[in-house]
């Protein structure tokens, strides 16, 4: 983090009828914006309650995580492959060689079977919000072919028959939060209800598409350089570009996906909130993939490319992107010895919880869960060293004097004197 010493000093952050926030050399606070302001020791604030306040916060550690490996129904020697997670994190869907499964915190890992007796190859792709519907597809005997399904425990397997064009192999991809709508691929990109059978999806300049996600209400869609929504306009995601949309957040108002353009080579990773676009990176990756979010889109899960080769990523609201082993790590989770390759695939509505797999010591991939606590991520600890102390303070009293949009603390697209309140009640507190 930047040094502070022989910057501005600071003040601790308590309720003080002198106020500790000043205007050095007559530079004062703009609206909207910090004009090269700092904060400083008021007069009445003595260097003996600086201390005090340190020692009382200093290595202030926190965390109070549950992580957990995922093993698979006893005689299977298959791994277990989490794919998706319910909106309250309780449910996960996953993939154990040639059949799904679903593991709940109450009842652990049980196998749902094979859509029928004659399939080869059964797996899950999604999972609804509220966890009850599963929706996938089956390789059919002649090895070429896929039927499309959806499942539920009252009911089991039902099969989604191909209909108004869309080929008889389809595969289904993404479902909305009560399962009644469902979305997939087979020559074209499909919206799915018990009303309408499978409907293709208007085309994109005469190409096909593909699709990937589906909002919670399942009125938009998005995928292959396409972005889909009822009022049954198909528009291009990023025009002039070449690009793939992953999940939608802030109901469908935020896209996460990659796009390559001609001018850059090189794929980008893009947040695109309301057509305004963001390129979140990280000095911990080359490349950067985000495919997963949260509901409001403050964060997301991916991979990534390191030094070190591929491995988790996730962003953090007032951080960017982070590793997710250092990230997990920091919330108290104590990974297995000589793990890697620790990559989330699901997250929760409110990313408290995650689900995704890891290389184990023995080389062998193993899928976990983890539960953040209530407190997904510790805010006060501005400088990630999973230590809520003075320094923190010190590196935010930084980059809110420059005015650096570092310092947007409740992340409202302004730096102000706001930020730092907000700041100070989240260091005042710690984790």
């Known amino acids: 983090m930047p040094d502070t010493a022989g910057g501005c000093g600071c003040c601790a952050p308590v309720a003080d009828a002198g106020g500790c926030i000043y205007s050095r050399s007559g530079r004062g606070f703009g609206a909207g914006n910090v004009q090269e302001s700092a904060i400083d020791i008021a007069g009445s604030m003595s260097l003996m309650r600086i201390a005090l306040f340190a020692a009382l916060l200093t290595g202030s550690t926190f965390g109070s995580s549950d992580f957990r490996i995922l093993n698979p129904p006893q005689g299977v020697i298959d791994s277990v492959s989490p794919i998706g997670i319910s909106g309250d994190g309780q449910r996960v869907v996953a993939n154990i060689g040639l059949q799904p499964a679903i593991w709940s915190v109450a009842g652990g890992i049980v196998a749902i079977g094979q859509a029928n007796g004659t399939v080869v190859n059964t797996r899950a792709a999604a999972i609804s919000n509220d966890g ?36 008889a192999s389809i595969l289904p991809i ?183 797999d890891l290389i184990n010591a023995a080389g062998r991939f193993e899928g976990w869960w983890a539960d953040l606590g209530p407190q997904v991520d510790c805010t006060a600890d501005f400088n990630f060293d999973c230590s809520v102390d003075l320094f923190d303070y010190l590196d935010f009293v930084d980059v809110f004097a420059g005015g650096s949009a570092l310092a947007d603390f409740n992340r409202d697209g302004i730096v102000d004197f706001f930020d730092y309140l907000d700041f100070v009640l989240a260091f005042s507190i710690a984790c």
């Open 132 to 167: 009850v519907t599963v929706v996938g597809s089956s390789q059919n005997p002649d090895g070429l072919s896929y039927s499309g399904w959806r499942w539920r425990s009252d009911v089991g397997f039902r099969l989604i028959p191909s209909t108004n064009g869309i080929s």
């Open 174 to 356: 993404a479902v909305s939060s009560n399962g009644t709508v469902i979305f997939g691929n087979a020559n074209t990109a499909w919206r799915w209800t018990a009303a309408t059978g499978t409907v293709p999806l208007p085309l994109l300049n005469g190409q096909s598409l593909h699709v990937n996600a589906t909002d919670l209400s399942g009125s938009a869609a998005t995928g292959n350089q396409f972005r889909w929504d009822q009022s049954g306009t198909t528009v291009n995601l990023t025009p002039g570009c070449s690009s793939v949309g992953y999940c939608f957040a802030n109901g469908n108002n935020t896209v996460f996906g990659t796009k390559r353009c001609p001018s850059d080579p090189n794929d980008r990773c893009f947040v695109n909130r309301g057509g305004q676009e963001s390129f979140p990176t990280s000095p911990s990756f080359n490349s950067l993939e985000l495919f997963a979010c949260s509901v409001d889109g403050t964060f997301a899960i991916g991979t990534g490319m390191g030094v070190q080769g591929l491995d988790g990523a996730i962003m953090v609201p007032n951080r960017g992107v982070l590793r997710l082993r250092d990230f997990l790590t920091c919330r108290g989770v104590a990974l297995p010895v000589g793990s890697r390759q620790v990559v989330a695939h699901a997250i929760s509505n409110d990313a408290r919880y995650l689900a995704g």
